[in-house]
């Protein structure tokens, strides 16, 4: 099992910066890949941005060049640092975690809301 703990989501103005972190517990030695989703009202949830076991990350092209994906090894913990955001990155971002047996895990969610 394992739990994702997500804290940084909040309110900002349009062209501002978060961050968003997901801390891992649990059996965390078996995590293949963890990144961040997001769901936005109306919408499905999309990936928003991932990283593998061996680092690669995948980012989603519509924020490629505004957020990066990153990890943290000694606090098990992957961080999302979201810059010159849009209305439309508004969502609740969820944490995700996959093993190596393709099981999911999902953090409890976190509310991004971008004012213009």
């Known amino acids: 099992q394992v739990r994702l703990v997500e804290s940084g989501g909040g309110l900002v103005q349009s062209g501002g910066s978060l961050r968003l972190s997901c801390t891992a517990s649990?059996?965390?030695?078996?995590?293949?890949?963890m990144g961040w989703y997001r769901e936005a009202p109306g919408k499905e949830r999309e990936l928003v941005a991932v990283?593998?076991?061996?680092?690669?990350?995948h980012i989603q092209d519509s924020v490629k060049d505004r957020f990066t994906i990153s990890r943290d090894g000694a606090t098990n913990t992957v961080v999302l640092q979201m810059d010159k955001l849009k209305p439309e990155d508004t969502a609740v971002y969820y944490c995700?975690?996959?093993?190596?047996?393709?099981?999911?895990?999902w953090g409890q969610g976190t509310q991004v809301t971008v004012s213009s």
């Open positions: 995700q975690a996959e093993n190596v047996y393709a099981q999911e895990y």
């Open positions: 649990g059996s965390i030695s078996n995590i293949n890949a």
């Open positions: 990283i593998r076991r061996g680092g690669t990350t």
